[in-house]
């Protein structure tokens, strides 16, 4: 398994701004994504975190709402940007390991956001 | 639209018993992985099973799969106060040609299950 680590765990921001959220991972992965999840409600898939290029988005998603930032191998940023209380989520990363033949993915603590 | 559904959606059983989890989904999948959620934290991942298996152990966990009803069951056996938390299944669709899977995860709603002591 990996060992993956988000920054904050929680916020409670404003309308109107943005948060950056991190996550670390202790190996070297080839996916990262990003999810959300709603109040009571299930996972969505945000984004596929590339290394090198552009973020892929998922239906309803968009650069402009959720830049992804993927540096190297081990780090990504997502932020939410100009939120409004919809945006109150958690939002876990997630990764599957550069291991061909093995696609277990595993998920990051999340992080809990508020918007006020 | 929703790939998996699963059921029920709240389970209450008492300490020892055995809890059994449904999950259904649409497509033609890669594998289908079974996670658990405690309050609102981060997702553990519980067992991965892959399309051409049929059923899996793991401790006290047994996952079934059958591909052509397109539905998988999750089996938490002599059940604890400490199994108590969110279920989900999720479902892997895409694999590329070099055997990498595309790792985009749809989520089944989930289902909530209380052990009582």
């Known amino acids: 398994s990996a060992v993956i680590s988000q920054k904050p765990s929680r916020d409670i921001c404003q309308r109107g701004t943005s948060l950056t959220i991190q996550c670390q991972v202790d190996s070297q992965v080839t996916m990262m994504f990003w999810y959300r999840q709603q109040p009571g409600q299930s996972l969505t898939l945000i984004a596929t975190?590339?290394?090198?290029?552009?973020?892929?988005?998922e239906s309803g998603f968009v650069i402009d709402k959720f830049p992804i930032s993927r540096p190297n191998l081990t780090f990504s940023t997502l932020t939410v940007s100009n939120m409004s209380p919809e945006d109150s989520s958690i939002y876990l990363c997630?990764?599957?390991?550069?291991?061909?033949?093995?696609?277990?993915?595993?998920f990051g603590p999340g992080t809990r956001l508020t918007v006020t | 639209s929703q790939q998996g559904e699963e059921d029920p959606q709240a389970l209450s059983i008492q300490e020892g018993e055995n809890a059994t989890m449904n999950c259904s989904y649409k497509?033609?999948?890669?594998?289908l992985q079974w996670y658990r959620q405690n309050s609102g934290r981060g997702l553990v991942h519980l067992i991965l099973?892959?399309?051409?298996?049929r059923e899996k152990h793991s401790g006290r966990l047994r996952v079934t799969l059958d591909t052509s009803k397109k539905s998988s069951s999750l089996l938490i056996t002599a059940s604890r106060a400490a199994d108590t938390a969110s279920y989900f299944c999720a479902t892997d669709a895409a694999i590329d040609a070099g055997g990498t899977s595309y790792g985009k995860l749809t989520f089944g709603q989930g289902t909530i299950l209380t052990v009582h002591p």
């Open positions: 975190a590339n290394q090198g290029s552009e973020a892929t988005y």
């Open positions: 497509t033609s999948i890669n594998n």
């Open positions: 099973i892959r399309s051409n298996e």
């Open positions: 997630s990764v599957e390991p550069l291991r061909l033949g093995v696609y277990e993915q595993y």
